[in-house]
Each structure stands twice: as structure tokens, then as C-alpha cells.
């Protein structure tokens, strides 16, 4: 007796339709850099700093006046002090943790070996550097706003006593405020630049504390006049050339006038960045 097999009926497979490839807009990587930003904790906590050093120094400087005040070695007393100098004289040294923080945007990536994975998504590479420099002149515009304002209610009390609370219909406080914010969010982008060349947290920090903070006190005392021309050249002196109102200038900012500060500055913020934007097209991740 026989028995009869069907063969199994034949299913259609269907043919793969061709991959589609995907193009990534620059919202979208503007997108990605806010929430690799944003959720890091070294950035709220570096954002913390920021806001507490300068608002503690502003506190600090303010409750000292008193001491200025009768030093016999300061015969004009606090005649030429500005209050608004006061209240913004902790970013000299905030502008530590906004290197960091412009540091860390770039470098933090190259130690994870996350940045394979951002370029992979984004093979032109220069989005990348440009939707971070974004992120950082937006957060670090905010952070020196709200510490400024911060600094502000800290340091009016003290102030109030010598009559220095800076007005705000005044337009020499807002060129200090104002002037405060440019040279922050320039060290931030500057530090970003020289993060992306050097693509080391240690030696990015070293060199942006190196050239913001410390070249200026070293070559300080060297009483050369080409000395002092390159130390009037160099950011924190480039600054005060905008930022010194009334007898503040100081470190030889007095040097360069107010617009040639604000270029030489700008200039520390680009010349980095476009540095980069070279090297990341040339060089392996």
C-alpha cells in the first residue's frame, strides 16, 4: 500500500528591499550633543563651581572693603573702585572651571572611546566640533549669567555701604558684565579648540590654565619691554583692556585699547577651533 507525499507548498520570499541610508541633520547632532552634555555629572558639577567660586569671591572682595578703605598705602581710598568690578571679580578665577568644562566637552570622549561612535554616525566630523562649541557659548552663557546675577545680591550689602552698588541703567556695568560673559565663553570655546588638537583632558587642562591664568603672573615680573608686549597680548590681559573701568585696569591690559582686546580675545576663541576643524578631517579618530 502506497503512500502518497506531498511536497511542501512553496513560500514567496519577498525581495530585501535596498538599504536607505539615513542623513543625519545638523539638529539632530545638535540634539546628541546636548544630552551627552547634560547628562555627564562632571558638567553639573563643574557648572556648580563656576557659580559658587564666583560668587563667593565677589562675596569675599566685597566684605574686604573696609580693610581698603583705611589703608594709609591707598590714598584714594575706593574713589576709582567701580562696584561692578566687585561683583565680577570672581570670574578670573571661575574661568577655571569653564576650561574645564570646555575641556571635557571634547577630550572626555576620547578617553571613553565615544568619539569613534560620534564620527561614525557623523563622518564630516566638523558638525560635531560645531553643534559642541554651540552647546558650550549657550551653557556658558547662562552659567556666567546667573553667577554674575548671584554675585550681584551677595555683594550689594557690603556694597552699599561705601555707596558702590553698581547701577543697572549704567552703561560701565554692563560693559563689565557684558565684557565678564565674552571672556568666559571665549576661554570655554578656546579650551574646546586645544581639547580637540590635543585630544587629552591633563595636557588640555595644563595648557588652557597655562595660557589663561598663568603665563600672565609669570612673565609679569620680567620688566623687558617686548615682555610686556606679549603679556598684553595674552587672554586675561587682553581682557582687562574692556573690562577695567575707572582705575581698575591691571596686567598691562591698559596696554591694548578696548576693540583691539575684544579681537585678540575672539582670536583665542577661533584660532583653535579652526585648527581642529583641519585636524579632525585629516587625522584617525
Known amino acids: 500500500m502506497s503512500t502518497l507525499v506531498t511536497a511542501p507548498e512553496a513560500v514567496p520570499v519577498r525581495a530585501a528591499r535596498p538599504a536607505v541610508a539615513t542623513r543625519r541633520?545638523?539638529?539632530?547632532?545638535?540634539?546628541?550633543?546636548?544630552?551627552?552634555?547634560?547628562?555627564?555629572?562632571?558638567?553639573?558639577?563643574?557648572?556648580?563651581?563656576?557659580?559658587?567660586?564666583?560668587?563667593?569671591?565677589?562675596?569675599?572682595?566685597?566684605?574686604?572693603?573696609?580693610?581698603?578703605?583705611?589703608?594709609?598705602?591707598?590714598?584714594?581710598?575706593?574713589?576709582?573702585?567701580?562696584?561692578?568690578?566687585?561683583?565680577?571679580?570672581?570670574?578670573?578665577?571661575?574661568?577655571?572651571?569653564?576650561?574645564?568644562?570646555?575641556?571635557?566637552?571634547?577630550?572626555?570622549?576620547?578617553?571613553?572611546?565615544?568619539?569613534?561612535?560620534?564620527?561614525?554616525?557623523?563622518?564630516?566630523?566638523?558638525?560635531?566640533?560645531v553643534a559642541k562649541a554651540i552647546a558650550l557659548v549657550v551653557l556658558a552663557t547662562a552659567v556666567t549669567a546667573v553667577s554674575l546675577a548671584l554675585s550681584y545680591f551677595a555683594a550689594a550689602p557690603q556694597l552699599s555701604k561705601y555707596g558702590l552698588v553698581p547701577a543697572l541703567d549704567d552703561t560701565q556695568t554692563w560693559q563689565v558684565f557684558g565684557g565678564t560673559v565674552y571672556f568666559l565663553v571665549a576661554a570655554a570655546l578656546f579650551a574646546l579648540g586645544v581639547g580637540a588638537i590635543l585630544r587629552s583632558t591633563a595636557g588640555t587642562v595644563t595648557v588652557a590654565l597655562t595660557v589663561l591664568l598663568l603665563m600672565p603672573g609669570f612673565l609679569g615680573f620680567i620688566s623687558l619691554d617686548w615682555v610686556e608686549t606679549i603679556v598684553s597680548y595674552l587672554p586675561l590681559p587682553a581682557a582687562n583692556a574692556f573690562l577695567a573701568v575707572g582705575g581698575s585696569a591691571s596686567l598691562g591690559g591698559n596696554q591694548l585699547s578696548a576693540g583691539t582686546g575684544l579681537v585678540v580675545v575672539a582670536a583665542y576663541a577661533v584660532v583653535p577651533l579652526v585648527a581642529a576643524a583641519v585636524l579632525l578631517r585629516r587625522r584617525d579618530a
Do not use: C
Request: hydrophobic share 50%; aromatic share 6%.
Open 25 to 129: 541633520t545638523f539638529g539632530g547632532v545638535m540634539r546628541g550633543e546636548w544630552i551627552k552634555l547634560l547628562s555627564l555629572r562632571s558638567t553639573w558639577w563643574t557648572l556648580g563651581a563656576t557659580v559658587a567660586v564666583i560668587t563667593l569671591i565677589a562675596f569675599a572682595s566685597a566684605s574686604s572693603l573696609g580693610s581698603l578703605a583705611d589703608d594709609p598705602r591707598n590714598p584714594s581710598g575706593l574713589t576709582e573702585i567701580h562696584g561692578a568690578t566687585i561683583v565680577s571679580g570672581g570670574a578670573q578665577i571661575g574661568v577655571v572651571a569653564i576650561a574645564v568644562l570646555g575641556a571635557l566637552l571634547i577630550t572626555g570622549e576620547y578617553t571613553t572611546g565615544m568619539i569613534r561612535s560620534t564620527f561614525a554616525a557623523v563622518p564630516t566630523r566638523v558638525p560635531v566640533l
